[in-house]
Nanobody, 123 residues
């Protein structure tokens, strides 16, 4: 099965930027719909963004649309989340996920998950 490893989290100021990366191994990235999710303490995990197998279609949660951009480089087996105009409420653990059989970009039903990377937004 595919293994996913996130990186790029850290501390950012409000209004700042971070770029998260998710590297896949044990599978061909182009076979998977990919998504980013986040979970803050005491809250449920929520969908952030998704991208189809070719990278030609994306989907975003309303609370990040216009600020975050998901992209992928299948040749590098890597998915990215560019996070701009960060807000304190963006503070959470961020997880990438892979879905091998879906026909559309969904906010649920992903089969494989990374271990997460922490994003903290504070002044």
């Amino acid at each position: 099965q595919v293994q996913l490893v996130e990186s790029g989290g850290g501390l950012a100021q409000p209004g700042g930027s971070l770029r998260l990366s998710c590297v896949a191994s044990g599978g061909t990235l182009s076979n998977y719909i990919m998504g980013w999710f986040r979970q803050a303490p005491g809250k449920e995990r929520e969908f952030v963004a998704g991208i189809n197998r070719s990278g030609g279609s994306t989907r975003y949660a309303d609370f990040v649309k216009g600020r975050f951009t998901i992209s992928r480089d299948n040749a590098k087996n890597t998915v990215y989340l560019q996070m701009n105009s960060l807000k304190p409420e963006d503070t959470a653990g961020y997880y990438c996920a892979a879905e091998p059989s879906g026909l559309t970009i969904r906010s649920y039903g992903y089969d494989y998950w990374g271990q997460g990377t922490q994003v903290t937004v504070s002044s």
